[in-house]
């Protein structure tokens, strides 16, 4: 299918590595021009692509880049917000700088771009890449798990308020070899290249399609999503899990 996103200025946070670096080599592939925004530098670069250094957590820094972009290349048409930290601790273990930093990226870092960018957007489309933990959640990751949550209000708020112009989803990934999911691993089972691999296998095992997703496998729906090809999609939340959400782990009696 060619999505036809040619001529499209595509800004995407966290553009530098995961899912946001394989969102922003999707968007390439179909002709627009991303523009990472992002505090860490690219794992590798997209050719063609725009990588600007900035915190997204800095109405400053936000503001900086956004004008960069506006003197560039005059207007944005898509925005992902791909930016995202997780860290693990039950509440009663979750200090206050945790919770704040967590919410700072994941939300507060999401709002804020969609604030700056939407002068920028006549009309276009906004995606928020949140989780199966907007809707569920794994223990230890309350900070997470609340910041994924938030992300579908923010989702839905966008949409009705700023729709039919601009359309807004989530995009909600289960397991995705990211260096987010891999730290996961390290700290469950440490360094250990085997144990890690096992413990990747074990998380594989418990989606439907028996292992984890791959980043370009976020990002392509994601550059679908972007385009006209999606024009009747907004306000929802759209699952690329691997079938993780999709059934309940309690036994049932067995029919021979
Ligand atoms: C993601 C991250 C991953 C996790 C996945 C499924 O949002 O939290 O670390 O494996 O959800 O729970």
Known sequence: MDLNLRGKVAVVTGGTGGIGAAVMKALRDEGAHPVSVSNT???ERVPGAEYINGDITDRGAVLGAVSEIKESMGKVDI???AAGIEEYAPVHLTDEAMFRRVMDVNVTGAFL???EVLPLMEQ????NVASV???SATRNAAAYVTSKHALLGLTRSVALDYGPRIRCLAVCPGTVDTPLVRKAAVLEVGNSEDRVAEKISEWGRAHLTGRIGRPEEVGKVIAFLCSDAASFMTGSAVMVDGGLLSYIPISTPEVR
């Open 124 to 127: 276009g489309v906004i995606i």
């Open 113 to 115: 771009m969609i604030r």
């Open 133 to 135: 933990q907007s809707f």
């Open 41 to 43: 530098e690219p794992t």
């Open 79 to 81: 925005l992902v917000n």
